[in-house]
Protein backbone atom coordinates (compact mmCIF):
# COMPACT_ATOMS: atom_id res chain seq x y z
CA UNK A 1 0.00 0.00 0.00
CA UNK A 2 1.26 3.47 -1.32
CA UNK A 3 2.06 6.19 1.52
CA UNK A 4 -0.68 8.09 0.22
CA UNK A 5 -2.75 4.93 0.34
CA UNK A 6 -2.30 4.66 3.82
CA UNK A 7 -2.97 8.04 4.66
CA UNK A 8 -5.96 7.72 2.60
CA UNK A 9 -7.19 5.14 5.06
CA UNK A 10 -6.08 7.05 7.97
CA UNK A 11 -8.28 9.44 7.13
CA UNK A 12 -11.04 8.04 6.22
CA UNK A 13 -11.09 5.90 9.48
CA UNK A 14 -10.69 9.39 11.28
CA UNK A 15 -13.56 10.47 9.42
CA UNK A 16 -15.83 7.57 10.12
CA UNK A 17 -14.43 8.62 14.18
CA UNK A 18 -15.65 12.53 13.58
CA UNK A 19 -18.55 11.66 12.06
CA UNK A 20 -20.21 9.27 14.38
CA UNK A 21 -18.84 11.77 17.25
CA UNK A 22 -20.84 14.85 15.72
CA UNK A 23 -24.01 13.43 14.87
CA UNK A 24 -25.93 16.17 16.72
CA UNK A 25 -29.51 16.93 17.01
CA UNK A 26 -32.93 15.25 18.47
CA UNK A 27 -35.16 13.01 17.80
CA UNK A 28 -37.80 13.35 15.37
CA UNK A 29 -41.22 13.20 16.86
CA UNK A 30 -44.69 11.33 15.05
CA UNK A 31 -45.65 14.06 12.18
CA UNK A 32 -42.10 14.51 11.19
CA UNK A 33 -41.57 17.15 13.58
CA UNK A 34 -38.29 17.45 15.67
CA UNK A 35 -38.82 17.31 19.71
CA UNK A 36 -36.32 19.63 21.01
CA UNK A 37 -35.61 18.70 24.85
CA UNK A 38 -35.54 22.20 26.15
CA UNK A 39 -38.67 23.08 24.60
CA UNK A 40 -42.04 21.18 25.62
CA UNK A 41 -43.49 19.88 22.21
CA UNK A 42 -42.71 19.48 19.15
CA UNK A 43 -40.75 21.84 17.39
CA UNK A 44 -41.43 22.57 13.73
CA UNK A 45 -38.39 22.23 11.49
CA UNK A 46 -38.18 23.14 7.47
CA UNK A 47 -35.99 20.39 6.28
CA UNK A 48 -36.56 18.48 2.67
CA UNK A 49 -38.69 15.49 2.58
CA UNK A 50 -35.78 14.07 0.82
CA UNK A 51 -33.67 14.35 4.30
CA UNK A 52 -36.17 12.90 6.80
CA UNK A 53 -35.06 9.26 6.77
CA UNK A 54 -31.53 9.25 5.78
CA UNK A 55 -30.62 12.00 8.26
CA UNK A 56 -33.40 11.71 11.05
CA UNK A 57 -31.31 14.29 12.88
CA UNK A 58 -31.05 16.71 10.25
CA UNK A 59 -33.45 18.79 12.82
CA UNK A 60 -32.75 22.43 11.09
CA UNK A 61 -32.00 23.29 7.19
CA UNK A 62 -28.31 23.24 5.92
CA UNK A 63 -26.67 26.19 4.63
CA UNK A 64 -23.23 24.77 2.52
CA UNK A 65 -22.17 28.59 3.37
CA UNK A 66 -21.27 26.59 6.72
CA UNK A 67 -19.00 24.49 5.09
CA UNK A 68 -15.80 27.14 5.33
CA UNK A 69 -13.25 24.54 4.24
CA UNK A 70 -14.84 23.69 1.02
CA UNK A 71 -12.80 25.17 -2.13
CA UNK A 72 -13.76 28.22 -4.06
CA UNK A 73 -13.45 25.64 -6.97
CA UNK A 74 -15.62 22.53 -5.42
CA UNK A 75 -18.38 21.87 -8.18
CA UNK A 76 -22.24 21.51 -7.26
CA UNK A 77 -23.64 18.08 -6.01
CA UNK A 78 -24.90 15.70 -8.58
CA UNK A 79 -27.93 16.89 -10.01
CA UNK A 80 -30.88 14.98 -8.07
CA UNK A 81 -29.10 15.50 -4.75
CA UNK A 82 -30.30 17.30 -1.62
CA UNK A 83 -28.10 19.33 1.11
CA UNK A 84 -29.31 17.89 4.03
CA UNK A 85 -26.79 18.61 6.66
CA UNK A 86 -23.72 20.09 7.62
CA UNK A 87 -21.28 19.76 10.55
CA UNK A 88 -17.76 20.72 11.79
CA UNK A 89 -15.10 19.32 14.39
CA UNK A 90 -14.71 21.66 17.40
CA UNK A 91 -11.14 22.55 16.63
CA UNK A 92 -12.07 23.86 13.05
CA UNK A 93 -9.97 21.13 11.33
CA UNK A 94 -12.70 19.25 9.35
CA UNK A 95 -16.20 20.22 7.98
CA UNK A 96 -19.40 17.68 6.69
CA UNK A 97 -21.68 18.30 4.04
CA UNK A 98 -24.53 15.22 4.32
CA UNK A 99 -26.75 14.69 0.95
CA UNK A 100 -29.64 12.68 -0.09
CA UNK A 101 -29.63 11.17 -3.22
CA UNK A 102 -31.38 8.48 -5.10
CA UNK A 103 -28.20 7.86 -7.69
CA UNK A 104 -26.09 5.32 -6.61
CA UNK A 105 -22.70 6.18 -4.89
CA UNK A 106 -20.80 4.84 -7.90
CA UNK A 107 -22.44 7.40 -10.26
CA UNK A 108 -22.24 10.04 -7.51
CA UNK A 109 -17.40 8.85 -7.06
CA UNK A 110 -17.57 9.33 -11.18
CA UNK A 111 -19.10 12.83 -11.14
CA UNK A 112 -16.64 13.89 -8.29
CA UNK A 113 -13.90 12.12 -10.22
CA UNK A 114 -14.50 14.24 -13.22
CA UNK A 115 -15.15 17.57 -11.94
CA UNK A 116 -12.18 17.42 -9.81
CA UNK A 117 -9.33 16.38 -12.03
CA UNK A 118 -7.46 18.51 -10.76
CA UNK A 119 -6.86 16.50 -7.20
CA UNK A 120 -5.00 13.46 -7.01
CA UNK A 121 -8.04 11.07 -5.98
CA UNK A 122 -8.54 7.46 -5.63
CA UNK A 123 -11.28 4.92 -4.14
CA UNK A 124 -11.43 2.44 -1.67
CA UNK A 125 -14.49 0.18 -1.21
CA UNK A 126 -15.89 0.02 2.29
CA UNK A 127 -13.54 -3.40 3.14
CA UNK A 128 -10.37 -1.51 2.00
CA UNK A 129 -11.64 1.47 4.03
CA UNK A 130 -12.69 -0.32 7.04
CA UNK A 131 -15.79 1.81 7.04
CA UNK A 132 -18.32 -0.58 5.23
CA UNK A 133 -18.85 2.38 2.86
CA UNK A 134 -17.17 2.89 -0.49
CA UNK A 135 -14.87 6.39 -0.37
CA UNK A 136 -13.84 8.83 -3.13
CA UNK A 137 -10.69 10.20 -1.43
CA UNK A 138 -8.62 13.64 -2.35
CA UNK A 139 -6.16 15.57 -1.94
CA UNK A 140 -5.32 18.97 -2.72
CA UNK A 141 -2.91 21.62 -1.46
CA UNK A 142 -4.77 23.23 1.72
CA UNK A 143 -7.47 20.84 1.81
CA UNK A 144 -7.86 17.10 1.78
CA UNK A 145 -11.55 15.68 0.76
CA UNK A 146 -13.29 12.25 1.26
CA UNK A 147 -16.99 11.37 -0.58
CA UNK A 148 -18.12 8.45 1.17
CA UNK A 149 -21.25 6.31 0.25
CA UNK A 150 -23.95 6.69 2.89
CA UNK A 151 -27.35 4.79 3.45
CA UNK A 152 -29.67 7.26 1.26
CA UNK A 153 -27.16 9.47 0.29
CA UNK A 154 -23.68 10.87 0.56
CA UNK A 155 -20.93 12.81 3.03
CA UNK A 156 -18.34 14.70 1.85
CA UNK A 157 -15.54 15.60 4.66
CA UNK A 158 -13.35 18.46 4.17
CA UNK A 159 -10.02 18.34 6.46
CA UNK A 160 -7.16 20.96 6.52
CA UNK A 161 -4.31 19.45 4.47
CA UNK A 162 -0.90 18.86 6.47
Known amino acids: MSARR ?9 TLALLVGCATGAPEADGGEAADP ?10 PDECRETYPLAVVPADIADVELQPGDWPEPPEGSTLCATSGSIDGA ?5 YATTQPFEEVAAFYEAALSGYETYRSDGAE ?34
Open 129 to 162: SGTGYATLDGAGSEVDFQVRESDGGFLVVFARAG
Open 94 to 98: SETAS
Open 6 to 14: SAGAMFAAA
Open 38 to 47: LVSGPVDVDV
